[in-house]
T-cell receptor, first 115, second 115 residues
Framework: DTGVSQNPRHKITKRGQNVTFRCDPI?????LYWYRQTLGQGPEFLTY????????KSRLLSDRFSAERPKGSFSTLEIQRTEQGDSAMYLC?????????????FGPGTRLTVL | DQQVKQNSPSLSVQEGRISILNCDYT??????FLWYKKYPAEGPTFLIS?????DKNEDGRFTVFLNKSAKHLSLHIVPSQPGDSAVYFC??????????????FGDGTTLTVKP
């Protein structure tokens, strides 16, 4: 299967702990996105990379959140000192942007529960 | 302020009939629009897209219509099948900006197709 994969699929943690999620995009895709989705809402943009460069971060992404894509392939999203409000589905998507048309393909997501 | 709105949280149709899902947007910079389908416990799956230079795009049973003057798009599914039952998200992006690519999503419409 050459789709977008995310690990872990589920994470339960206690408030104050750090968590890290991994995303492996479709291999030839140059862009990688992170979104967050809560119940009853659509995905909200967090940040995105073009190759290894992080080009944009949402104001939703507080200082406790950091994302990396060190070699332009997989990406990690770390949340430090988790809070209950961080509980959500974290979605990763990748795309091969061409002439401005950017169709993103999503992974299955990592569901985070902060107790 | 939500830039992409799906005003109908749910829609129920009979198998074989047409399903029409609607989406409105406010940002005139948006020029690329997508529809995604999402099943429970999975990430969104790309369905169909349309660029602002077109007013219609068709792919099998799925057709997307774009009315730029009204800032409105719709997804038609004909004929509807029980397997189409899912949450449908409308998304928009401003493809003309080289740093763009992030999509802004609506909150989704839950489609139920009854046998």
């Amino acid at each position: 299967d050459t789709g977008v994969s995310q690990n872990p699929r589920h994470k339960i943690t206690k408030r104050g702990q750090n968590v890290t999620f991994r995303c492996d995009p479709i291999s030839e895709h140059n862009r990688l996105y992170w979104y967050r989705q809560t119940l009853g809402q659509g995905p909200e943009f967090l940040t995105y990379f073009q190759n290894e460069a992080q080009l944009e971060k949402s104001r939703l992404l507080s200082d406790r959140f950091s994302a990396e894509r060190p070699k332009g392939s997989f990406s990690t999203l770390e949340i430090q000192r988790t809070e209950q409000g961080d509980s959500a589905m974290y979605l990763c998507a990748s795309s091969l942007a061409w002439q401005g048309l950017d169709t993103q393909y999503f992974g299955p997501g990592t569901r985070l529960t902060v107790l | 302020d939500q830039q992409v709105k799906q005003n109908s949280p749910s829609l129920s149709v009979q198998e074989g009939r047409i399903s029409i899902l609607n989406c409105d947007y406010t940002n005139s910079m948006f020029d690329y629009f997508l529809w995604y389908k999402k099943y429970p416990a999975e990430g969104p799956t790309f369905l169909i897209s349309i660029s602002s230079i077109k007013d219609k795009n068709e792919d099998g049973r799925f057709t997307v219509f774009l009315n730029k003057s009204a800032k409105h798009l719709s997804l038609h599914i004909v004929p509807s099948q029980p397997g189409d039952s899912a949450v449908y998200f409308c998304a928009a992006s401003a493809a003309g900006n080289t740093n763009a690519g992030k999509s802004t999503f609506g909150d989704g419409t839950t489609l139920t197709v009854k046998p």
